[in-house]
């Protein structure tokens, strides 16, 4: 059986489709056992001491085929897809009706309705980041921006009846450093391969591929707090949910604020985005036993 390709959005048009705007890339170290109970069965995670690489893709896109709206992509881990590895992700919130019902129907994604609530604020005095020490192990310390502003998103899923509180993002909006004018950061281009699937509207495992063209540099990185509406004892196990217990990890919004609220290792800002959504494939059932072997 050859993988086949999945049906296209009349509402979107044809793939490839096109999205262009800004977003923060942020990756973060991951209890395995934390995340393996949204991971299918069929899929390894890849992992190292017990931890995998998961975190969150936060865009604002200006131009779409579904216009502009907000997205938030919780990235549950990765899994092996061999010869390489696919990221798995466990919710996506977006603001808009037409991005939600495309990335349900067209996509596999698991997405839902939210609402983005931004507000600004100016950041008073400059302090450095404790993870400057993990760029300068990388040899990007020379890319990092200081803070300009501060920003706290809160995100809000909208599940009809019901309205909660998803997350509060804060996170900061950035000026060039002193020593290299206006400069942006290097142009890249990358692409992001993941499985989606097995959810109510799309029970088929898919795989689909992301390429982006974007200039990227490091920033802080943004710190994520559970529901502000969350009683006092939960909202304090929420600053450490990264040590979730089975309790919540039967909870799909807690383990995702769980993913978001564990040790971050790394920021990356997008600007002059251009994110290009390959058409998804119908994972053939061999392929789903070969990877359960592999």
């Known amino acids: 059986m050859a993988i086949g390709q999945t049906k296209c959005s009349s509402s979107y048009g ?84 037409e991005a939600c019902d495309h990335g349900r129907k067209e996509v596999g994604l698991p997405s839902q309705v939210a609402r983005f609530s931004k507000t600004i604020t100016a950041v008073s005095g400059k302090s450095k980041s404790k993870h400057i020490g993990f760029l300068n192990a990388i040899g990007m310390n020379a890319l990092f921006c200081e803070p300009r502003d501060c920003m706290d998103v809160q995100v809000t899923e909208i599940n009809n009846p019901t309205v909660k509180d998803f997350c509060n993002i804060n996170l900061t909006t950035f000026v060039p450093a002193s020593n290299i004018g206006n400069w942006m950061g290097p142009a890249i ?48 196990r929420s600053s450490e949910i990264h040590h979730a217990t089975d309790e919540f990890m039967d909870n799909g919004k807690n383990l995702c604020v769980a993913v978001m609220s564990s040790k971050p290792i790394l920021a990356l800002e997008f600007s002059c985005m251009k994110l290009q959504v390959e058409a998804p494939v119908v994972v053939p059932n061999s392929f789903n036993n070969s990877l359960a072997t592999s």
């Open 14 to 97: 044809k793939p490839p489709w096109i999205f262009k705007g800004s977003a923060l890339y942020q990756l973060h170290l991951v209890k395995a056992a934390t995340v393996r109970a949204c991971i299918p069965k069929e899929f390894r995670l890849v992992e190292a001491f017990g931890y995998t690489l998961g975190g969150f893709f936060l865009a604002n896109y200006d131009d779409s085929p579904a216009g502009v709206f907000d997205e938030l992509v919780v990235i549950a881990g990765l899994v092996w897809s061999p010869p390489t590895s696919c990221a798995w992700a466990a919710k996506v919130l977006v603001n808009s009706d």
């Open 189 to 236: 281009k990358m692409s992001l391969p993941s499985f989606s699937g097995r959810t109510e509207y799309y029970p088929n495992l898919l795989k689909y591929s992301c390429q982006i063209e974007c200039r990227v540099r490091a920033v802080h990185p943004a710190k994520v707090s559970g529901p502000s509406s969350m009683p006092k004892s939960e909202a304090e």
